[in-house]
């Protein structure tokens, strides 16, 4: 199954990322099959360069965008639709222990 993925790039403490087309099992570190546009959260405004065309054409033949990249699509009003939850949180543990 193909995935459509953020992949870290950049120096330390100052990340940014690729959006790339990757097999779902795959490191995205390594060979991807397409890039789709770059995302840079360390500036403002942020700046989020993301190939259309090439973006809908992957989301037709079925790939499947993960949370965070499917809210940044939201964002930029490529899909239509309802924001994901991204992340899943810690559990807080209410026992007290002595």
Known sequence: MLS???????????PSYRLIVVDKRRDPWGNYLENLGTYNPMVKPKEIKFK?????????VGAKPTATVWNLLVDQKMV???KMK???GHKVDTTEKK
């Open 86 to 88: 991204a992340t899943t």
């Open 52 to 60: 259309e065309d090439r973006v809908k054409y992957w989301l037709g």
């Open 4 to 14: 459509i993925r953020l992949s870290r790039v950049g120096k330390k403490h100052q």
């Open 80 to 82: 239509e639709g309802k």
